[in-house]
């Protein structure tokens, strides 16, 4: 996500306009389950689930959306069983890039 990322609030800042590709990976730990969101200048639009039993869970979710030059993207936690723990917050990834076509 390069220089556009804000590693203290985990928001993705868009550097220019155009496409970009997001995508949200979740883990879950033992018997949790992870409700989240990737939120785009306050609209949630897509929904990631992970869920584990006897094990620890993952799911994943990507979308290609149009942002503007200093939108801001982020993943938000609607709910999780365990109140998302460290599980969850060590081993999830949000990445993206911007698409070279159609800007």
């Known amino acids: 996500m390069g220089a556009g990322y804000d590693i203290e609030t985990g928001h993705f800042v868009s550097p ?5 590709f997001l995508d949200v990976t979740m883990s879950s730990d033992y018997y949790d389950r992870v409700y989240a969101a990737l939120v ?12 584990g039993k ?5 799911g994943s979710n990507a979308v290609i959306t149009r942002m503007r030059r200093g939108e801001h993207a982020y993943v938000r936690i609607k709910r999780s069983v365990k109140n998302a723990n460290y599980i969850t917050k060590l081993f999830s990834t949000f990445t993206g890039f911007k698409s070279a076509c159609c800007t």
């Open 54 to 58: 006897n094990f620890q869970g993952s």
């Open 40 to 51: 785009v200048e306050g609209r949630e639009i897509m929904f990631i689930h992970a869920a």
């Open 16 to 20: 220019d306009d155009g496409l970009y």
